[in-house]
């Protein structure tokens, strides 16, 4: 919106520059010569116009003139900003149909890169410094800015050069017939010309070569549209491929001048791109030849009848009968060339014969799973003349959302070459396996789909559509049908019955500690817990004597588990009692001799008897272990025996405790 408001503003030369300034300040950018570029851009897109910057030296040397043309340049000149002039690749796979050669323009010449995102696009940075072309005003329908002139002097060999070259710019379609007729011009001068004469003209006309001239109103043959979104070239339109034709005294210095210029403003970048090698003597052999099929029969005329000629093959498996006839006839694939002597030398000009069109794809067959579909079908990194698609559209793509069998057919040259794919739309498979689900205790389900599909594949390696399991654990299911795929799962979590235990059945504490009790389960949300001290937590931490019994409750199972606990809180040993007398006659009453006490857990502790002698008959530190009245595997007789006892309790304060007394053993 900007660049179009500043036409006709009457602040936009003050504008232009104060742009152009801060764009020069920034850009710095070295010269970079044009065997580096082609080597870096090699790896761009197929489908793109490939840009660079080099030297106009090295474009008129090496990229402009023939190879084997023999022609002599000198004198090579350049006129305009530093970065109007450029070279470009990758050209046939644009509407150029031209592979490479030499950019220049009224802006920068990267700036013809695709895609055209930019109806309006101007390249600020060339300034209104730039001035016109004296040649070009004579020709334009007004004053011309931002001129670039390249210029050179060559001898030729014939009396005639030809070079291809296309117009295009920005100023298409909208500003035709409004003055802003932006213009090429290709001046001659030298012996047999008078002064400087233009021979970049309308075919059959002697009018320039500029927007008036050439568009979508006149001269339409020529003209090529190229809409906003198209994506390998930026102008807005262009011509076909024109041939400018010299003529020429051989072996004379002439003068050549390419002249490229904005007009009456300069705004709307405009760009001519001449063909790589194009710069060269004429034949009447024409431009490469494309053939539609094989059983050809076609002749290649050097022209030039005045002049002994050579014909050769690229192919050496390719014999020609005449070799130094001007006229020959080929009937196969191949580059052929024909050296023409002159008075000055020969010069070297070639032709290839091709087939017309390599078979196209414009892809496989494809199937979109769901419910919509986008699918882009294009013939990659090709371009040709024209295009018919099945819905009679006539663009390089078609775009399609629903199914169908669509078709391409591409002409290029007079020959023509179909392709067509069928776009399927398959609906992904339904499959629903239901919520999570939690059961209780042991269980036998069936789970899967009613959906009808190709393939079934479960996670348990099942491949039917409807499974037995008896197990927790997530399930998951992969339903196939054709090709799309669909998925689901779903977790099956068993809850078992279970069992409490909150320690030993008797416990003794400490008249000063406290002891926690614990469950164990701690899911509040889905166990209720119950303790007979009235708590609901999952533990409880106690100091009395008593039982302590709980009741947990599975809330989503109804299972129930209890669990009970007897304290005991004690102070120092605790009660601790010593039988007097004991009968050890294997009725399992009063068999054995040992302290009993209301505790069970000693620090220390040392059980010991003795005879009337002081002999001692029995000794033991386990509290559980007692006398059975044997020595030596003997029955003791029936006597008064003396024991002692050495005892510590977890609750003792101080020494160890000693007790002694006397029991008798009674048979």
Same mark, same amino acid.
């Given at each position: 919106?900007?660049?179009?408001?500043?036409?006709?503003?009457?602040?936009?030369?003050?504008?232009?520059?104060?742009?152009?300034?801060?764009?020069?300040?920034?850009?710095?950018?070295?010269?970079?010569?044009?065997?580096?570029?082609?080597?870096?851009?090699?790896?761009?897109?197929?489908?793109?116009?490939?840009?660079?910057?080099?030297?106009?030296?090295?474009?008129?040397?090496?990229?402009?003139?023939?190879?084997?043309?023999?022609?002599?340049?000198?004198?090579?000149?350049?006129?305009?900003?530093?970065?109007?002039?450029?070279?470009?690749?990758?050209?046939?796979?644009?509407?150029?149909?031209?592979?490479?050669?030499?950019?220049?323009?009224?802006?920068?010449?990267?700036?013809?890169?695709?895609?055209?995102?930019?109806?309006?696009?101007?390249?600020?940075?060339?300034?209104?410094?730039?001035?016109?072309?004296?040649?070009?005003?004579?020709?334009?329908?007004?004053?011309?800015?931002?001129?670039?002139?390249?210029?050179?002097?060559?001898?030729?060999?014939?009396?005639?050069?030809?070079?291809?070259?296309?117009?295009?710019?920005?100023?298409?379609?909208?500003?035709?017939?409004?003055?802003?007729?932006?213009?090429?011009?290709?001046?001659?001068?030298?012996?047999?010309?008078?002064?400087?004469?233009?021979?970049?003209?309308?075919?059959?006309?002697?009018?320039?070569?500029?927007?008036?001239?050439?568009?979508?109103?006149?001269?339409?043959?020529?003209?090529?549209?190229?809409?906003?979104?198209?994506?390998?070239?930026?102008?807005?339109?262009?011509?076909?491929?024109?041939?400018?034709?010299?003529?020429?005294?051989?072996?004379?210095?002439?003068?050549?001048?390419?002249?490229?210029?904005?007009?009456?403003?300069?705004?709307?970048?405009?760009?001519?791109?001449?063909?790589?090698?194009?710069?060269?003597?004429?034949?009447?052999?024409?431009?490469?030849?494309?053939?539609?099929?094989?059983?050809?029969?076609?002749?290649?005329?050097?022209?030039?009848?005045?002049?002994?000629?050579?014909?050769?093959?690229?192919?050496?498996?390719?014999?020609?009968?005449?070799?130094?006839?001007?006229?020959?006839?080929?009937?196969?694939?191949?580059?052929?060339?024909?050296?023409?002597?002159?008075?000055?030398?020969?010069?070297?000009?070639?032709?290839?014969? !091709?087939?017309?069109?390599?078979? =196209?794809?414009? %892809? $496989? &067959? /494809?199937?979109? #799973? +769901? @419910?919509?579909?986008?699918?882009?079908?294009?013939?990659?990194?090709?371009?040709?003349?024209?295009?018919?698609?099945?819905?009679?559209?006539?663009?390089?793509?078609?775009?399609?959302?629903?199914?169908?069998?669509?078709?391409?057919?591409?002409?290029?040259?007079?020959?023509?070459?179909?392709?067509?794919?069928?776009?399927? !739309?398959?609906?992904?498979?339904? =499959?629903?396996? %239901? $919520? &999570? /689900?939690?059961? #209780? +205790? @042991?269980?036998?389900?069936?789970?899967?789909?009613?959906?009808?599909?190709?393939?079934?594949?479960?996670?348990?390696?099942?491949?039917?559509?409807?499974?037995?399991?008896?197990?927790?654990?997530?399930?998951?299911?992969?339903?196939?049908?054709?090709?799309?795929?669909?998925?689901?799962?779903?977790?099956?979590?068993?809850?078992?019955?279970?069992?409490?235990? =909150?320690?030993?059945?008797?416990?003794?504490?400490?008249?000063? @500690?406290?002891?926690?009790?614990?469950?164990?389960?701690?899911?509040?949300?889905?166990?209720?817990?119950?303790?007979?001290?009235?708590?609901?937590?999952?533990?409880?931490?106690?100091?009395?004597?008593?039982?302590?019994?709980?009741?947990?409750?599975?809330?989503?199972?109804?299972?129930?588990?209890?669990?009970?606990?007897?304290?005991?809180?004690?102070?120092?040993?605790?009660?601790?009692?010593?039988?007097?007398?004991?009968?050890?006659?294997?009725?399992?009453?009063?068999?054995?001799?040992?302290?009993?006490?209301?505790?069970?857990?000693?620090?220390?502790?040392?059980?010991?008897?003795?005879?009337?002698?002081?002999?001692?008959?029995?000794?033991?530190?386990?509290?559980?272990?007692?006398?059975?009245?044997?020595?030596?595997?003997?029955?003791?007789?029936?006597?008064?025996?003396?024991?002692?006892?050495?005892?510590?309790?977890?609750?003792?304060?101080?020494?160890?405790?000693?007790?002694?007394?006397?029991?008798?053993?009674?048979?």
């Amino acid at each position: 919106m900007l660049i179009i408001s500043l036409r006709g503003c009457i602040f936009k030369k003050n504008l232009i520059y104060f742009v152009n300034d801060i764009i020069k300040f920034l850009r710095k950018l070295p010269k970079i010569s044009l065997l580096i570029i082609t080597i870096l851009l090699q790896q761009i897109a197929k489908s793109q116009l490939i840009v660079g910057e080099t030297d106009p030296i090295i474009l008129v040397s090496n990229v402009l003139v023939g190879k084997g043309q023999n022609i002599k340049i000198s004198n090579i000149q350049y006129t305009g900003y530093n970065r109007a002039s450029g070279f470009f690749e990758n050209g046939k796979s644009t509407k150029l149909n031209m592979e490479a050669g030499i950019i220049l323009s009224s802006g920068v010449a990267i700036g013809a890169k695709g895609p055209n995102n930019n109806p309006s696009k101007t390249s600020f940075e060339t300034g209104s410094n730039m001035p016109g072309s004296a040649l070009l005003d004579v020709f334009a329908v007004g004053k011309t800015f931002d001129a670039v002139i390249l210029q050179f002097d060559f001898v030729p060999q014939t009396e005639e050069i030809v070079f291809n070259y296309v117009f295009a710019s920005e100023e298409y379609l909208e500003y035709v017939d409004q003055n802003f007729s932006d213009i090429f011009g290709f001046f001659i001068s030298g012996p047999g010309i008078s002064g400087e004469q233009n021979v970049a003209l309308v075919p059959g006309t002697n009018l320039p070569v500029c927007i008036d001239n050439i568009n979508h109103l006149r001269n339409t043959s020529y003209f090529i549209n190229n809409p906003n979104g198209e994506k390998t070239l930026q102008a807005d339109g262009l011509t076909k491929i024109l041939t400018a034709t010299l003529k020429l005294v051989p072996c004379q210095t002439y003068t050549i001048k390419l002249a490229v210029a904005d007009v009456n403003d300069r705004l709307l970048d405009t760009y001519v791109f001449i063909e790589s090698g194009s710069f060269k003597h004429k034949t009447n052999m024409g431009r490469d030849t494309f053939i539609c099929k094989d059983g050809f029969d076609v002749e290649l005329d050097a022209g030039n009848y005045t002049r002994k000629v050579k014909w050769t093959c690229k192919d050496p498996k390719i014999t020609i009968t005449d070799d130094t006839a001007h006229k020959i006839r080929v009937n196969a694939y191949g580059e052929y060339c024909v050296e023409v002597f002159t008075d000055c030398g020969s010069f070297i000009n070639c032709k290839k014969i !091709l087939p017309g069109v390599a078979n =196209i794809s414009i %892809g $496989n &067959d /494809t199937l979109f #799973c +769901g @419910d919509t579909l986008s699918k882009t079908l294009t013939v990659a990194n090709r371009v040709f003349d024209s295009y018919l698609w099945s819905d009679s559209s006539t663009d390089p793509e078609l775009v399609v959302n629903k199914k169908g069998l669509y078709w391409l057919e591409v002409n290029n040259g007079g020959c023509i070459k179909r392709d067509s794919v069928f776009i399927d !739309l398959q609906p992904l498979p339904k =499959i629903d396996l %239901g $919520n &999570d /689900t939690i059961v #209780c +205790g @042991d269980f036998d389900l069936i789970i899967g789909t009613n959906t009808i599909a190709d393939r079934y594949l479960w996670n348990t390696g099942d491949t039917l559509s409807r499974i037995h399991i008896n197990k927790g654990g997530k399930y998951i299911l992969k339903v196939e049908e054709r090709t799309c795929k669909a998925i689901d799962s779903i977790i099956v979590t068993k809850r078992n019955k279970f069992n409490l235990n =909150i320690g030993s059945p008797r416990t003794e504490i400490c008249n000063n @500690d406290t002891l926690t009790l614990r469950t164990g389960i701690y899911d509040t949300l889905n166990f209720i817990t119950k303790w007979n001290n009235g708590s609901s937590n999952p533990s409880i931490t106690i100091n009395q004597t008593g039982r302590y019994t709980v009741w947990v409750k599975d809330k989503l199972c109804n299972f129930i588990a209890y669990d009970s606990m007897d304290v005991d809180v004690y102070k120092g040993l605790g009660n601790v009692w010593v039988p007097n007398a004991f009968t050890p006659d294997n009725n399992l009453l009063n068999d054995v001799f040992k302290p009993v006490s209301d505790i069970s857990t000693f620090n220390y502790y040392k059980f010991a008897i003795f005879d009337r002698w002081g002999q001692k008959i029995f000794e033991s530190t386990n509290p559980q272990s007692g006398w059975d009245g044997f020595i030596n595997n003997k029955l003791s007789p029936n006597d008064v025996y003396i024991w002692t006892l050495y005892i510590k309790s977890n609750c003792s304060n101080g020494n160890i405790n000693f007790l002694k007394g006397v029991v008798h053993l009674v048979r």
